[in-house]
């Protein structure tokens, strides 16, 4: 059915005006056309505009109704409901669907330069789209056209003196779909006035800076002609900007490679100077040669762990640690254990030198077979205090038949070895806690990743909690004696004795400031060593059971986070582990793992798998959150003071089964200050 007839047939209802195009495709006449079984005249069809391609919009006497591709339509207005041949025609619409190419964006920077009593000089700045071909400069007032132009300028010439002129340059994609056009006016010169045809001074001072090996910038000084337009820039001779800039910018260039840049300058009547150049050679491309560690060793093995390590080459503070060519942590110490294994299984073990940049060594590769299960245990077993004082803890154990000796190690110094299966630490401090490990060791040298217990030597009450307000100034003024001590010395002990002053503190802002102040330098003073161990700071499992710490103890809420997208390994207060799924960057925006942060600083977390629901509820503050997946809504209830509100963020999303938050919903949960490094590619998250 050809375009007349399609109007006549719909003429019946003139009244309904139809405009389908959705941006992802048009309806296409011969699908209407299909669904009419029987002709009418006398109609009219109006509304398939292709030309109005950005429109997402269905209109019916005057209604918008949004429609995409996937949208049903049967009556747009009431009324229409009864006319099998409209709800016919309706039906196809929302159903068939021919692709429709978009047209490119319009040009910018549009100006008209008359440079002659029968000329204009039409410039601009091409769109950056990637189905851009061409353009089209259109003479509205002759009705004349030029097509296939592929540069940013077009001198228009045969045109009357003194007369104005409308010009629309259009921009074309490689379909041949073009977009509606920029127009710009211009009066072309008097026969009896002056032609300007003196071009304009030429820059000065052109010179190449931040030349790289694949980029460099050219600045000069423009001329000070009262009728200067622009600058003209020229890459080995193709111009590639027009500016009214001092400097430019070039990128994506070759390294080792010789350019010649050339400026020139043009004048409002569109004389042209002759040009100023200069060369300019791209630097070579270097290659970052990172250099290996040394000494590197397998000093651990039993059946679930592999310890290795070894000695990092000047000027280098980092390593990357892999197992089987996963990425597992990076590490600023001398030896790593890679726990987690499974028995009788071989592991390769990659130790890569890391530069501040963030550049890589090739790495040295090691290879260890964890032992395999046996009915005799590698560590010790039944381990316990027998008695202490305020000065001595003596613990008691009993050693595998497979293990020559043990060695004690107290706060994660090395203490004493010993065949027996008791253990007297002395030199302890009064009322201090103590975290003891004990480590079996075999014949072949062998050592287990030890079995953990945590003690508190006797007290005299000489930092033990009273009532009194003047025991408890006593007591602060002693705990920030201690503090400033420990932040002094950077020292292991001090810290530790920092730790238990202030442990025995009664809550209030003063012992929260302490904590805060001891938590600023726990990395600096007691490193990350332990980190290995895999044990929390706040409970401690020997021989299958499990104990916490007193209430009087640090808290046991995270305070630091250190996060690298892509990576599963992770610093919580300073102490390494694993993540089950890594962060990740989706779309520009941070996202992290909710559950490993949310649990950590106190909250619940639930999540209702019909809704996608994920509710967050921290008893201690009555506070609870509410996201959805792919919701961007983020709403949070303050239970205990009745108070409530929503902001928008990014919207979760599952991955591998884990659900990911952008950063702004962790500062929402725990008032945390949340920091991206992206220049170390870093997420740190502290209180």
Do not use: C
Not at 34 to 49: D, K, P, V
Not at 324 to 336: K, R
Not at 544 to 561: H, I, K, L
Request: proline share 3%; hydrophobic share 30%; net charge positive.
């Amino acid at each position: 059915m050809n375009k007349k007839r399609l109007r006549q047939w719909m003429a019946p209802f003139a009244t309904a005006t139809l405009i389908l195009n959705t941006g992802y495709g048009i309806l296409a006449p011969d699908a209407v056309a299909s669904a009419l079984s029987i002709e009418r005249h006398n109609s009219n069809l109006t509304g398939l505009n292709t030309a109005q391609l950005h429109t997402k919009l269905a209109t019916a006497q005057g209604r918008h109704v949004p429609v995409t591709s996937g949208t049903k339509v049967t009556t747009l207005t009431k009324g229409y409901g009864q006319n099998t041949y409209l709800n016919q025609m309706l039906k196809v619409m929302s159903s068939q669907m021919v692709t429709a190419n978009i047209a490119p964006a319009e040009i910018s920077n549009l100006t008209a330069i008359p440079t002659e009593t029968t000329k204009v000089n039409l410039f601009w700045t091409n769109p950056s789209d990637i189905n851009f071909d061409h353009i089209k400069v259109v003479n509205v007032t002759n009705d004349v056209y030029v097509d296939n132009i592929r540069s940013n300028s077009y001198m228009m010439s045969g045109l009357q003196p003194n007369t104005t002129y409308t010009f629309r340059v259009k921009t074309v994609n490689k379909s041949g779909d073009e977009s509606l056009g920029t127009t710009i006016q211009a009066k072309t010169a008097s026969v009896d006035g002056p032609v300007d045809k003196t071009p304009p001074g030429e820059v000065s001072g052109l010179t190449a800076t931040n030349v790289g090996y694949n980029a460099f910038t050219v600045n000069y000084i423009l001329p000070k002609d009262a009728d200067l337009s622009q600058a003209i820039i020229y890459l080995n001779g193709k111009e590639v900007q027009r500016t009214t800039g001092t400097s430019y910018s070039f990128s994506g260039l070759i390294a080792s490679t010789n350019y010649t840049v050339l400026v020139k300058t043009i004048d409002k009547s569109g004389n042209i100077s002759g040009g100023i150049s200069i060369p300019v050679t791209t630097s070579a491309l270097t290659v970052d040669t990172v250099p290996e560690v040394t000494g590197a060793s397998v000093t651990s093995v039993n059946n679930y762990s592999v310890t290795v390590s070894w000695t990092r080459p000047s000027g280098i503070n980092t390593v990357s640690l892999y197992k089987d060519g996963q990425l597992v942590t990076d590490s600023t110490g001398s030896s790593y254990t890679f726990n987690n294994l499974s028995a009788s299984q071989t592991y390769t073990f990659t130790i890569r030198s890391k530069r501040s940049t963030g550049a890589l060594s090739s790495g040295v590769r090691l290879t260890a077979t964890t032992d395999s299960t046996s009915s005799n245990s590698s560590e010790v077993s039944n381990l316990e205090v027998d008695s202490k004082s305020d000065t001595w803890i003596k613990i008691t154990y009993d050693m595998p038949s497979k293990a020559d000796k043990v060695k004690i190690y107290v706060d994660g110094d090395y203490e004493g070895t010993t065949s027996s299966e008791s253990y007297k630490i002395t030199d302890l401090r009064e009322g201090r806690w103590y975290e003891i490990k004990v480590v079996t060791v075999n014949s072949n040298g062998r050592e287990s990743s030890g079995v953990k217990i945590s003690e508190r030597t006797d007290s005299d009450g000489y930092y033990s909690s009273s009532s009194s307000s003047s025991s408890s100034s006593s007591n602060y003024e002693k705990a920030r004696d201690l503090m400033r001590i420990a932040e002094n010395s950077l020292n292991a002990s001090d810290w530790r004795s920092a730790r238990d002053a202030i442990s025995d503190l009664p809550s209030g802002t003063r012992k929260s400031d302490l904590l805060d102040r001891l938590e600023a330098i726990r990395n600096r003073a007691i490193g990350t060593s332990s980190s290995s161990s895999g044990t929390s700071s706040t409970t401690t499992t020997t021989s299958g059971t499990t104990s916490s710490y007193p209430n009087n103890a640090v808290s046991s809420y995270s305070t630091s986070f250190t996060l690298t997208p892509g990576a599963k390994s992770a610093y919580v207060d300073g102490r390494a582990t694993t993540m089950a799924q890594a962060p990740r960057i989706i779309n520009g925006a941070t996202m992290v793992p909710l559950r490993f942060i949310s649990e950590r600083i106190g909250y619940e977390v639930n999540y209702e798998k019909a809704t996608k629901k994920i509710i967050l509820t921290r008893p201690t503050d009555g506070k609870q959150v509410v996201l959805q997946v792919k919701n961007s809504t983020l709403a949070v209830y303050e239970l205990n003071n009745s108070r409530s509100y929503s902001t928008n963020i990014t919207a979760p999303v599952i991955v591998n089964g884990y659900t990911l938050v952008p950063l702004r919903v962790i500062s929402e949960l725990s008032g945390y200050q949340v920091n991206y490094n992206t220049a170390s590619k870093q997420i740190t998250i502290t209180k």
